[in-house]
T-cell receptor, first 111, second 114 residues
Framework: GQQVMQIPQYQHVQEGEDFTTYCNSSTTLSNIQWYKQRPGGHPVFLIQLVKSGEVKKQKRLTFQFGEAKKNSSLHITATQTTDVGTYFCAETLNTGNQFYFGTGTSLTVIP | NAGVTQTPKFQVLKTGQSMTLQCAQDMNHEYMSWYRQDPGMGLRLIHYSVGAGITDQGEVPNGYNVSRSTTEDFPLRLLSAAPSQTSVYFC?????????????FGPGTRLTVL
């Protein structure tokens, strides 16, 4: 199946520090989506990137899509305890019928 | 709108038992899918459907069956449960299968097979 590598698997940060998770694919992607899952909850859509080199921001969150459309990153500035959870990237092939999720990065924020 | 609903929330089965996990959505979405989530492995696609009467296999379909008789419902059947099927199961739906639509997830079913 499609491999979506996501690093790191775990990250512990002090509140106020920055955090970044990376998603890498073995193939060129049509688009990439990012989801957040709070502990005990279900994944919730955050954003979608479509264009090569695209950068989108949501308050303290910055999402980037690589120029070659093979990688993406999510950066959180000045983390807060509300940022705790697991962040997943999800990719689709050009057929669009199947989503492949990364293994996720679990973020712990220490107050 | 209730969104995507799943029942039951928790289930314990013995090896060899069968059961059906229910999933329903009230958003008139064409695309529905089932995932399982295991520690360190993210979400893996089991089966998906692009519309009523149409289903297809995902990444890990063995041991599971699905059907899609209506747009709203997409049940997942475990024919003979095995301990390896202990997992958290999520149902998701999206407007279409174009691959660029937001996926909406249900709250999940936590299944333990003894």
């Amino acid at each position: 199946g499609q491999q979506v590598m996501q690093i790191p698997q775990y990250q512990h940060v002090q509140e106020g520090e920055d955090f970044t998770t990376y998603c890498n694919s073995s193939t060129t992607l049509s688009n990439i989506q990012w989801y957040k899952q709070r502990p005990g909850g279900h994944p919730v859509f955050l954003i979608q990137l479509v264009k090569s080199g695209e950068v989108k921001k949501q308050k303290r969150l910055t999402f980037q899509f690589g120029e070659a459309k093979k990688n993406s990153s999510l950066h959180i500035t000045a983390t807060q305890t509300t940022d705790v959870g697991t962040y997943f990237c999800a990719e689709t092939l050009n057929t669009g019928n199947q989503f492949y999720f990364g293994t996720g990065t679990s973020l712990t924020v220490i107050p | 709108n209730a969104g995507v609903t799943q029942t039951p929330k928790f289930q314990v089965l013995k090896t060899g038992q069968s059961m059906t996990l229910q999933c329903a959505q009230d958003m008139n979405h064409e695309y529905m899918s089932w995932y399982r989530q295991d520690p360190g492995m993210g979400l893996r696609l089991i089966h998906y459907s692009v519309g009523a009467g149409i289903t297809d296999q995902g990444e890990v379909p063995n041991g599971y069956n699905v059907s899609r008789s209506t747009t709203e419902d997409f049940p997942l059947r475990l024919l003979s449960a095995a301990p390896s099927q202990t997992s958290v199961y999520f149902c998701a739906s999206s407007y279409s299968n174009r691959g660029r639509d937001t996926q909406y997830f249900g709250p999940g079913t936590r299944l333990t097979v003894l």
